[in-house]
């Protein structure tokens, strides 16, 4: 079936840059769970069991956030979603079966400490699934392209620029039972992964792709995992790009995306639908992707201004990347106001660097985050 709405809007224009990225969450603690500055981004960290981190989670990223429901009525406006939003939450309750179990008791007992709707947390965590809005740009450097000697995960995240929505951007560092590390960086109340690393330095980004778009024709997979817990899958079970092409083969899809994906050796793009999965290598020693599929097995339509603009990179004799210069990659590519999030990963030492705020985020300066120091934090 084909998504049912699109979310992206005319780019507005460049609306004036602040000094520093907007405060949001207060800081605070719950149970086992903290939420903090780390140079001056919020982070939230959850541990224990499912049910606990969803509290947590509730808590401190819902019930504490600047106004949820503001930002969630804010967006089904600017989306021009007000009058469909019954039949999406009905849509997005369909899919709740096909949560991962845990995440399902984590969703259930955030709404519950949150005092919210448990459709609002089930509506913001399959919209990737049920609409199209993002319009992403991503870039890998391998380790022989990188003026750092190690592998670089370059992403633009661009989204409808409502309202509030930088105030709920925050990242999550998920210590779970029996599962990988991993730390997401989400707009609450997402819990599943729109770009994140694990322990491992395995980090992953998704790129929406239109249904329509695919030459295998797929149908929607009502029994398909939803996208963003697919993505969160990754980072709690898998450790390498190896580990994860064999994950997203064995799970049921709910519909069409891209996943960019690098580990400590490298990386590559995971072109999925629900009945294909293509992998496209590095080009000379870089790898980009923006929301067109690309391989032989899927490509309809590969015009897209932003990938023609990162292609370069991907010529033979093209010179090395280092973290700033993949930033300024990005830049070329910022889509205004709808860039909200411009980020670097480096797998190898575990660090992300993150820009964030009224866009485009291209502009302002990153913020340097060890992961693995959070990842290894008692």
């Known amino acids: 079936m084909n998504r049912l709405v699109s979310l992206f809007v005319v780019l507005a224009l460049v609306a004036p840059l602040r000094a520093a990225e907007p ?11 903290e939420l903090r500055r ?10 224990g069991t499912p049910a606990e981190m969803g509290e947590q989670f509730g808590v401190l990223a819902i019930k504490n956030a600047p106004d949820v429901d503001g930002m969630h009525k804010a967006f089904l406006k600017d989306a021009g979603l007000e009058k469909r939003y019954t039949l999406l939450a009905t849509m997005a309750s369909l899919l709740k ?25 089930l509506f913001a965590n399959t919209v990737a699934d049920l609409s199209s809005g993002m319009g992403c740009s991503t870039v890998v450097v391998e380790t022989g392209r990188s003026a750092t000697g190690k592998p670089l995960l ?37 819990a599943g992964v729109i770009s994140g690393m694990n322990d491992a330095g395995l980090s992953v980004t998704i790129n929406e792709i239109g249904i329509a778009a695919s030459k295998d024709k797929p149908r929607f997979n009502w029994k398909g995992t939803p996208l963003l817990f697919m993505f969160r899958r990754v980072l709690e079970e898998c450790a390498t790009v190896g580990e994860a092409e064999k994950l997203v083969r064995e799970m049921a899809r709910t519909t069409t995306c891209c996943m960019t994906i690098c580990d400590k050796a490298g990386g590559a793009v995971f072109e999925v639908t629900p009945a294909t999965v293509a992998v496209r290598a590095a080009e000379n020693g870089v790898t980009c ?23 370069p990179l991907q010529a033979r004799g093209a010179g090395k990347l280092g973290v700033p210069d993949v930033f300024a990659e990005l830049d070329k590519v910022n ?3 709808h860039t909200l999030q411009s980020m670097v990963f480096e797998p190898a030492d575990r660090v992300l660097h993150l820009a964030y705020g009224p866009g485009p985020a291209t502009k302002l300066k990153p913020h340097p985050l060890d992961l693995g120091k959070l990842f290894d934090e008692k």
């Open 335 to 337: 889509q205004r106001t």
């Open 38 to 47: 780390v140079d001056g981004v919020p982070v939230l960290l959850l541990k």
């Open 23 to 33: 405060k949001g969450f207060p800081d605070a603690k719950h149970g086992k769970g």
């Open 97 to 121: 079966p096909n949560f991962p179990k845990h995440v399902a008791t984590e969703v259930e007992a955030a709404a519950k400490a949150a005092d919210r709707d448990l459709s609002l947390l």
């Open 154 to 190: 370059g992403r633009n995240f661009d989204w409808l620029p409502t309202k509030g929505i930088t105030e709920h951007t925050l990242v999550v560092v998920y210590k779970g039972e029996g599962k990988r590390a991993f730390a997401a960086v989400t707009v609450a109340p997402i």
């Open 289 to 311: 992707c923006t929301n067109h599929f690309r391989s032989d097995a899927l490509c309809t339509d590969d015009t897209c201004w932003r990938y023609t603009k990162l292609a």
